[in-house]
């Protein structure tokens, strides 16, 4: 018997020691497809010293809040953002039931492909589009629908899924901030009921942390079946300005680590870094245009301009795609 309850203890301190150091072997190397420089060192050194509860940057676990932008920031945004994409296929899907859209705008434009007559409509078009294609319908059947669509839709130039074009640097990001006490929220300016179908499978970052722009809803009670109906009027844009007010109202605490990509992350950067304590901004710089696109400050989509030149003064890390990431896609 007393062989037996040494070889048990023996086996227990075994297994606690295995579970006590699995931690600090699982971020030995916590961004694999990083490579080594300043903007990987920066990210590690401010996660070591937030998280290192004898450092005087020690920040406790329940103010550990990043945010993250999606489009353009943990997936490519290019030729347009995905979710345009989703709208012009949603027209087709639709049209040989409306077959006056063959001639009337801007849903001939949308069927044809052609961008240059959609962008001289501006966002009258836009809405007409989205209104059309996003609306009507209630919460749950949307989610089907945009489930559906990703299982069939293929990006034009690298025919995959728009799933799979997640980056996987921003992926291990965000688990090396989950795995380190972190809340990972996204704050997005795309539509909060279309990025919650899918954001958890791509980024581990449940419905309930997903923040974007919003419609109004109704809520319904039909034969002891509620839902909520999608009505054709927005309700919040959360992009530019519009982010921070959406973390106060949604969040409720400002986040100490925030990464973007454009001038509509602004805004959030802003929010995030300009107060005291430690704090972390992070914006990702297309500069690939082999593996991935490069664009910055002309771009038609995900404009990075003024967010750019602020980011020197600021201190936010610049994240060049080219330089900085091993590897774009978990694809490739």
Known sequence: MTEILRWSARVLLMTFTVLASAPVMAQENPLPSWNEGPAKTAIVDFIERVTNRNGQDWVPPEDRVATFDNDGTLWSEQPIYFQGMFVFDRIKAMAPQHPEWREEQPFKAALEGDLKTLAAGGMASLNKLLMTTHTGMTTDEFAVIVTDW???ARHPRFQRPYNELTFQPMVELIGYLQQSGFRTYIVSGGGVEFMRTWAEDAYGIPPERVIGSTIK????LDNDKPALRRLSEIEFIDDGPGKPVAI???IGKRPIFAAGNSDGDLQMLQWTTLASGPRFGLIVHHTDGEREWEYDRQSMVGKLDK?????????WTVVDMKKDWRTVYFLQ
């Open 150 to 152: 990703l299982k069939t």
């Open 217 to 220: 809803l109704r809520y319904e």
């Open 248 to 250: 106060g109202r949604l």
């Open 307 to 315: 967010a750019l030149d602020e980011a020197p003064r600021r201190g």
